[in-house]
C-alpha cells in the first residue's frame, strides 16, 4: 500500500516537473521576452507545492469515497476550518484581486462594488439558502431546478450557469497572465496556459479534496503577499494619510464608497443595478453552493458562509491601497511609465513600486488567488455538466464510480474552453461583472422559485427565462459585442427589470398553467 501512494504521488511530480521544464525550454528557446529566470525559478517551486498538495489530497479522496459524491463533495466531511479556507479562496480570486485594484485606480471607490457585494451575497447565501440546500442533501445547486422543472429545462438553465463559470475562470487566468507578463517577463498566452494546466491537473485527480486543501495554502500566501506589498508601494505616495488626501482630491465624491449623485451623475440607476447584480447574482453559483453541500452539516454550512463574507471584505482592503497608489503615484518619474491599461494596474505596483524579492512574492499571492478560483470553478461546471445534463439525459443508468471519471474528463474540457476565451480577454473587471450578469437574470429567479414557491413549474420557469433572456439581451453588452435592440433610456436599470420580469413570470405563468405538483425532494434524510 505505501508503495501504491509513492506511486500515485510520483507520478502526478514528474508531470508537473515535465511540465515546468518544457515550459521553462520554451521562453529560452522560442521568446524574445526578457524572463526573469529566477523569479520563474520561485514560482516553479510554488506550482510543484501546490500540486503536491492538490495530489496528496486526491490519495485521500480514493481512501475515502472514491465515486461522485467523493469526487464533488469530499463525501460532506469538510471540517468547517477548511471549508471557511476553501469558501473564501474561491471567491477572492485573482479577478477578485486585480479587478479591485483596476477599478479603484481607474473609477473611483465608488465603482468598487464586487468586494463588499460578493461579501454580502455570502451573508445572504448563508441566513437564507445554505440551510435548506444541505438539509436536502443535493449533490448540485441545480437539483432542486430538476425537481421542481424537470430534467429538460434544467439543462436549459445550466447554460447561464456554464457561461457564468466560463467567464469567472477566464477572467481570472487573465488576471495571473497580466501579473506573469509584468513581472516575470512571460508572454500572456504561456502564462495562462501553464497556470490553467497546473491548477486543471491537480482538480481532476482530486476533486474537491484536492481544491479544499490547496485553497488553504493559497489563501494564506495570498493574504501574507498583499501584506507585504502594500508598505512599499505606500511609500511612494507618502504613506496612507497623504495617499487618501491624493486620492479624494483626485476623485472627489467618486472616492467614497458611498453612492450619490455628485459622485455618480448619469450613473445613479446604472450603479444600483450593478450593486443588485453583484449582491444576488453572486448567490446562484456552483462554487458556493458546492461548499455548503460539502459541510458536515447545516449549521457548518450556515457558519462558513458568513465568516467567509467577512474575509472577502478583509481581503479587499489591500487591492483597494494599491490601486489608490496606482491612481496617485507619479508614474511619469518611473522609468517604466503608467501601467498600458486599467488591467496592468497591480502588475505594474508589484514590479515597479516595491524590490524584486517582494515583487515574486506578490507574484505568488496573485498565482494563489486565480488557482485557488479556476479550481473550483472548472470542477463546478464540470459536476453540473456530468451530473444534471449528461446522467438523466444521456445515460440515466451511468454507475456511481462512472459518474466520477465523467467529472474528471469535463474538468479538462471546460479548463480549456476557460482557457480560450482568457486568450480574448481585455478588461479583467469587465468580465468578472459579466459572469454574475447572466446569472442574475436567468439564474436567480429560477432558484429561488424552486425552493420556496411550491406552485412554480416547468411552464412558468420556461417563460421566466424566456422573458428575461429578452429584456436582459436587449439592452446590448459592450463586453460581448451585442448590439441593444430594445430603447432604454439611458441609466435605466435593465438588469434588474430582466430579473424581476422573471421571476414574477414564473409565479403568475405557474399558477395559470398549473401542472400535477412535483414529489417532495428526493434529498432529505437528515445526516
Not at 424537470?150 to 487573465?174: D, Q, S
Not at 491537473?201 to 489563501?219: E, F, N, P
Not at 507619479?330 to 515583487?359: C, F, I, K, M, Q
Not at 447572466?438 to 429567479?445: D, Q
Request: glycine content about 10%; hydrophobic content about 55%; aromatic content about 12%.
Amino acid at each position: 500500500m505505501a508503495d501504491q501512494q509513492s506511486g500515485g504521488t510520483l507520478r502526478p511530480l514528474l508531470f508537473l516537473g515535465a511540465l515546468l521544464a518544457a515550459a521553462g525550454g520554451y521562453l529560452y528557446v522560442f521568446t524574445d521576452e526578457q524572463v526573469h529566470w529566477p523569479a520563474f525559478g520561485s514560482m516553479a517551486l510554488f506550482y510543484a507545492i501546490v500540486y503536491y498538495i492538490g495530489a496528496r489530497a486526491a490519495g485521500k479522496r480514493r481512501e475515502g469515497d472514491n465515486g461522485a459524491e467523493g469526487m464533488m463533495l469530499a463525501g460532506r466531511n469538510l471540517p468547517l476550518y477548511v471549508a471557511i479556507f476553501t469558501m473564501s479562496a474561491t471567491w477572492v480570486g485573482g479577478g477578485f484581486i486585480n479587478g479591485t485594484a483596476e477599478y479603484t485606480a481607474t473609477q473611483g471607490l465608488v465603482w468598487v462594488q464586487a468586494p463588499w457585494g460578493y461579501a454580502l451575497s455570502l451573508v445572504i447565501g448563508g441566513l437564507f439558502f445554505a440551510r435548506t440546500m444541505r438539509r436536502r442533501r443535493y449533490r448540485t445547486m441545480l437539483d432542486p431546478l430538476t425537481e421542481r422543472y424537470g430534467t429538460k429545462l434544467t439543462a436549459v438553465l445550466f447554460l447561464p450557469a456554464l457561461t457564468g463559470e466560463l467567464f469567472w475562470t477566464a477572467a481570472i487566468l487573465t488576471a495571473l497572465g497580466a501579473t506573469f507578463g509584468t513581472v516575470l517577463g512571460i508572454d500572456l498566452e504561456t502564462a495562462i496556459l501553464l497556470s490553467a494546466t497546473i491548477a486543471v491537473a491537480y482538480t481532476a485527480l482530486g476533486g474537491l479534496w484536492a481544491v479544499a486543501m490547496t485553497d488553504v495554502v493559497q489563501l494564506l500566501i495570498l493574504f501574507v503577499g498583499l501584506a507585504m506589498i502594500v508598505p512599499f508601494a505606500l511609500a511612494y505616495t507618502g504613506g496612507l494619510s497623504a495617499t487618501y488626501a491624493a486620492y479624494t482630491e483626485k476623485f472627489g465624491a467618486a472616492a467614497s464608497l458611498l453612492p450619490s449623485r455628485a459622485a455618480l451623475g448619469s450613473s445613479y440607476w446604472t450603479w444600483w443595478d450593478y450593486a443588485l447584480l453583484l449582491v444576488f447574482g453572486g448567490i446562484p453559483w456552483q462554487v458556493y453552493f458546492q461548499r455548503v453541500l460539502a459541510a458536515r452539516d447545516e449549521d457548518t454550512a450556515v457558519r462558513l458562509s458568513l465568516i467567509a463574507g467577512v474575509v472577502c471584505l478583509l481581503a479587499a482592503v489591500a487591492p483597494v491601497l494599491i490601486g489608490m497608489v496606482s491612481a496617485t503615484v507619479d508614474w511619469t518619474a518611473l522609468p517604466a511609465g503608467p501601467p498600458p491599461d486599467a488591467s496592468a494596474t497591480l502588475p505594474w505596483v508589484v514590479r515597479y513600486l516595491t524590490n524584486p524579492v517582494v515583487a515574486v512574492v506578490g507574484l505568488g499571492a496573485v498565482a494563489a488567488a486565480v488557482m485557488s478560483s479556476v479550481d473550483s470553478s472548472v470542477l463546478s461546471a464540470s459536476s453540473m455538466g456530468v451530473w444534471n445534463v449528461y446522467r438523466p439525459l444521456v445515460d440515466p443508468g451511468l454507475p456511481d464510480g462512472k459518474i466520477a471519471k465523467f467529472i474528471q474528463r469535463t474538468i479538462w474540457i471546460v479548463g480549456t474552453a476557460a482557457t480560450l476565451i482568457a486568450f480574448q480577454v481585455k478588461s479583467v473587471y469587465a468580465l468578472w461583472f459579466l459572469c454574475s450578469d447572466f446569472v442574475y437574470c436567468l439564474l436567480f429567479p429560477a432558484l429561488v422559485c424552486a425552493l420556496y414557491d411550491t406552485h412554480a413549474n416547468k411552464y412558468g420557469a420556461l417563460a421566466g427565462f424566456l422573458l428575461a433572456a429578452f429584456l436582459r439581451f436587449g439592452g446590448g453588452d459592450d463586453t460581448l459585442g451585442l448590439p441593444a435592440y430594445l430603447p432604454y433610456p439611458a441609466d435605466f436599470p435593465f438588469r434588474t427589470l430582466a430579473m424581476v420580469s422573471g421571476l414574477l413570470s414564473i409565479v403568475l405563468v405557474s399558477r395559470f398553467v398549473p401542472t400535477e405538483a412535483p414529489p417532495a425532494p428526493a434529498y432529505t434524510s437528515p445526516d
